[in-house]
């Protein structure tokens, strides 16, 4: 097992070649057909059982052991995201606004690592590893199409490990988040309705912009009065739109939000607390209200036993102190739809070197990391998928 690491740093400059040819040419979410195709070829050449099109774009590849054990699934993302690539490096996306500002071509890239560190050197004994390309992380929950293209019921996939570059962690290290990862991301959609008429008579109309002035405030009785404030909720109204002219009374008023939460069950209070609130302030100031809540990502729930398979893996991988647990972050991600149905780690893998330039955030046009840090990613994706094969998760 100590060897892994060895074996996948020779496989170092195949791993960046890929890398850097899915950061030329990147994809949006369900529109990775060439990235699935290069993925689809790879597991097809290793020898591997391949599916294509579980979750439209996305592609499967299994590695069957010797004997019947324990199966776990190794996910990688495949989607860019629509930002005009800004740094002046060879390798640079080639299409105009599209870019791999994500890190998810070293995903990707580290999954197909990780398929050929297995097959050629480290068979599981016993057990199956799944290997998970999963289009549209963005937008649009790639991961849920996955499964409900039957992903994690026709591979009988027990658990589902996943990480994610980070250039706020240097390279060689890895965290994690013990239970909930990060925070539940939901929109809010009001509109606060009431009666047009002249400025200078609001007492023979119903002023929605006044209305909507009340509704904001009380909003955030929410967060410091219903809710336990060990509890964190945030709820931010980014944008509001209303009336036409300074001496018109306006008729209506619509307000944008997100809502984030790190408790699920909170989570599914909140729209009835806010109907609560919208409904209570407008109606006593004689108004209405239309209110949409939408869903969106749920929040990671990291299980304890993946994390310390997470955490056991790199220190014997990279050194003692190479893993550190962190507290939660209030961002997004849709590896969460697989954690609320199978037990699962997502842990960020640092890619974070201030003489590679490797220090712009996720998401940012300079955005790039140090490669060093992709065989790692395959060594530790590959340890810990081994290492599950022979015991599973234990009650
Ligand atoms: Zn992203
Ligand atoms: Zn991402």
Known sequence: MEQILDKARALADEITLWRRDFHQHPELAFQETRTSQ??????????????????RTGVVGVLRGSAPGPTIGLRADMDA?????????????????????????????????AAKLLTRHFRPEQGNIVF??????????????M??????????????????VFP?????????????????????????????????????????ITATAEVISALQHI???????????????????????????????????TVRTLNPKLREQMPKLIEQVVGGVTGALGASYELAYEFGYPSVINDDQMVDLALRTADRLLGEGS???????????????????????????????????????????????????????????SAMALDFTKRGITS
């Open 147 to 164: 499964i409900n293209d039957g992903l994690l019921r026709d591979f009988q996939i027990e658990a589902m490990a996943g990480l994610h």
């Open 81 to 113: 995201l629509p930002i005009q690539d800004q740094k002046t490096v060879p390798y640079k996306s080639g299409i105009p606004g599209k870019m791999h500002a994500c890190g998810h071509d070293a995903h990707t890239s580290i999954l197909m690592g």
């Open 168 to 208: 706020g962690v240097p390279v060689g290290q890895i965290t994690a988040v013990r239970g909930v990862g990060c925070a539940a991301a939901d929109t809010l959609r009001i509109k606060v309705i009431g009666n047009s008429g002249h400025a200078a008579r609001p007492h023979q109309a119903i002023d929605a």
């Open 223 to 257: 967060p410091s009065r219903f809710v336990d404030p060990l509890d964190p909720v945030v709820i931010t109204i980014g944008k509001i739109h209303g009336g036409t002219a300074s001496n018109v009374i306006a008729a209506e008023v619509e307000l944008l939000g």
């Open 38 to 55: 290069i993925v689809a070829d790879h597991l097809t050449k290793l020898g591997l059982e391949v599916k294509r099109g579980v979750g």
């Open 132 to 145: 998970v390309f999963q289009p549209a992380e963005e937008d649009q929950g790639g991961a849920q199409e």
């Open 323 to 381: 893993s550190k647990i962190v507290e939660p972050s209030m961002g997004g991600e849709d590896f969460s739809y697989y954690t609320h149905h199978v037990p699962g780690v997502f842990f960020r893998l640092g890619v974070g070197n201030p003489e590679k330039n490797a220090v712009y955030p996720l998401h940012h046009p300079m955005f790039d990391l140090d490669e060093e840090a992709l065989p790692i990613g395959a060594a530790l994706l």
